[in-house]
């Protein structure tokens, strides 16, 4: 495994901010230990129609700061099918490319794991996802500047609330987790949040909310993420209009605006230290392993190990620390 000297790099799944300091680390690293490195555009798919390129120090220069992919990233259900890991693996050995680093999420992986079992091709895995919810690692690439945003835009819609005497329903990204939710309902002082991990007793909140309005209370912040059992925004909104036909409630969607941006100091330095780890992993003969940091160290997990976590990590203080702080 150390004598690898050509490396393909690629992006899969939804985009994260810090994925180009990822491709950024593992460019330079690689180029400091004299091997040759291939940018895969547009992930798996990419791979299958042979849209690789070599890359040079200078193609890294300057995307340390910029969100998005360089690389652009695309999800490919050809690449699940025996023909398509045909193509892929052809391509794969017209350019002489030996071993993998992918960044993305679950599929990304799950995608890998599928790929190795037919065709041996070392791989070492870096987590790019907003959502933060694979096993194997504290955070994932994106997922700090994901609340940062989440967390910036929710304080300027409380301004408008408080000079309106709104109560806004916020819907942030996480379709099966509810870590921006949480974590960005808890930094701005959410009266009520809703995650995809929890079953929302709705008669509850509304109690709440009913409680607030008894005691004069004209600000009311829910934070609801976008697959909570209820819905996201707008069904929530709609239910609360209906039980308060008196209040004027909003609900606002953040969006996609959640994945762009400038990564934050964290996501830039997780995503270099995990490139790094990565192309270091593969030359010390690791494979089918994501790099991840547990508890400030960095650890590598199999990729049959890496699958969408299904709310342990939600802690049960959290949830009851967000009733006691919004009385």
Sequence with gaps: ?????????????????????A????????????????????????????DIFKMQTTDVSNIIQRGGTILKTARSKEFMTDEGMKKAFTQLKKHNIEALVLIGGDGTFRGAAHFFEKYFIPAVGIPGTIDNDLTGTDFTIGFDTAVNTAVEAIDKIRDT???????????VMGRDAGYIAINSGIACGAEDILIPERVTDINEMLARIDHDERRKKTVHIIVVAE?????????????ISTRFPALDVRACVLGHIQRGGSPSYADRVLASRLGFTAVNALLA??????AGVINGNVVLTPFTEIVKSDGYAINNDMLEMIRVLSV
Excluded: C
Aim: glycine share 16%; charged share 25%; net charge negative.
């Design 23 to 50: 491709i950024r680390a593992v460019v330079r690293t690689g180029i400091y230990h004299e091997l040759d490195l291939f940018g895969i555009r547009r992930g798996y798919q990419g791979m299958i129609e042979g």
């Design 285 to 290: 003969g690791n494979t089918q392993v994501m």
């Design 1 to 21: 495994m150390s004598r690898i000297k050509n490396i393909g790099i690629l992006t899969s799944g939804g985009d994260s901010p810090g994925m180009n300091a």
């Design 161 to 171: 609330a408080e000079a309106h005497d709104r109560l806004f329903v916020v819907e």
């Design 227 to 239: 697959h909570d059992n209820y819905g996201g925004a707008k069904e929530v909104k709609d239910i």
